[in-house]
């Protein structure tokens, strides 16, 4: 397939998730500061934020799963996460992650499952378009380098 | 802007615990020209700059306070498990050698009473995370205005002006 089909579709993916606030204006930061000097600069911190959000989450779930939950411990997790996805505009997940915090400080349990369940979803979501994101942006990157 | 070969590269230590806040804001400060090292503690950054960490298990003691790499300005998280930025800038603060180096701290939360609390203590600019390309561009007066201070120094005591990428100005570091 030739780059520049590829170009479109990597732009309509784009677009689509600016669209349904999966990205904010951050992210658009984050692709101001990839250029020619640091080309891999996004997919770098893609990958940071989708591998440290999995850690994160499973370690919330851990600790949910306990007879007793460290609610501050918890809390901490999310506020984490909550930074790091702010830090490369994940809007929606950022959205879930406030909602998150309110009914940590809470001591909520079944609150908490539920958010919890709701940041997977929202999570697992956004991976997916990362995921597409980072293969057509390697794919052009071929192509356009064979030139 | 052309780059001229004899204008010293500023220096900039940017402490934060977040691997991924520590690669934006290195992306962030190199895209301005900056050099830049970074670390992922407050206990840590103070090794860098010379000065031991009397809580910390793992400083190294230094015989002398001499700053090996000078350090033109730190920037650093507010929220760090262990020494908070808060206590970083307390800390360069209260130190002889270190008080004049411009301080920036970082914080995801718009906490009035934090930010003037960190006000008070010295620091030079609070930014709200996440860190944006236009804050950074507010660091270079901070800089010059220290680097400025320390030519002026220079100029009264021998009557030539040395340049501020020597280590050896504002005497008694």
Excluded: W
Excluded at chain 1, 43 to 72: G, H, M, N
Excluded at chain 1, 83 to 93: D, E, F, L, N, P
Excluded at chain 1, 95 to 121: M, P, W, Y
Excluded at chain 2, 75 to 99: A, F, H, N, Q
Aim: hydrophobic share 35%.
């Amino acid at each position: 397939m030739a780059s520049t089909q590829l170009k479109a579709q990597l732009n309509d993916l784009l677009n689509s998730m600016f669209a349904m606030d999966f990205l904010d204006e951050q992210f658009k930061q984050l692709q101001m500061l990839e250029d020619g000097s640091c080309p891999g600069f996004i997919s770098e911190v893609i990958t940071i934020f989708c591998d440290d959000a999995e850690r994160i989450l499973s370690l919330i779930t851990e600790l949910l799963s306990k007879p007793v939950v460290d609610f501050e411990k918890v809390d901490a997790y999310v506020h984490q996460l909550k930074g790091s996805s702010s830090s490369v505009g994940a809007k929606r997940v950022a959205l879930v992650c406030i909602k998150f915090r309110n009914v940590c400080q809470e001591s909520d349990k079944e609150g908490c499952i539920a958010t919890l369940h709701e940041i997977r979803r929202e999570f697992d979501e956004l991976n997916k378009k990362f995921r597409i994101m980072l293969q057509l942006e390697q794919q052009i990157q071929a192509l356009d380098s064979k030139r | 802007m052309a780059a001229v070969a004899t204008q010293p590269q500023f220096h900039v230590l940017a402490v934060d615990d977040s691997v991924l806040d520590r690669k934006l804001i290195e992306r962030l400060l190199k895209t301005s020209s900056y050099q830049v090292t970074t670390v992922d503690s407050g206990s840590k950054a103070l090794e860098f700059l010379g000065l031991q960490d009397e809580n910390s298990e793992d400083a190294v003691s230094f015989s002398s306070h001499n700053q090996e790499v000078e350090v033109n300005l730190i920037i650093t998280d507010y929220c760090m498990p262990g020494m908070t930025g808060y206590d970083l800038l307390k800390k360069v603060k209260e130190s002889s050698s270190l008080r004049d180096i411009p301080v920036v701290i970082m914080s995801s939360e718009n906490i009035p009473s934090r930010i003037n609390r960190c006000m008070e203590e010295g620091a030079d600019e609070f930014f709200l995370k996440p860190v944006q390309l236009s804050d950074v561009s507010r660091l270079k007066p901070h800089i010059l205005k220290k680097s400025t201070k320390c030519e002026d120094l220079n100029q009264n005591k021998s009557g030539t002006t040395i340049s501020s990428s020597t280590n050896n100005i504002s005497g008694n570091r």
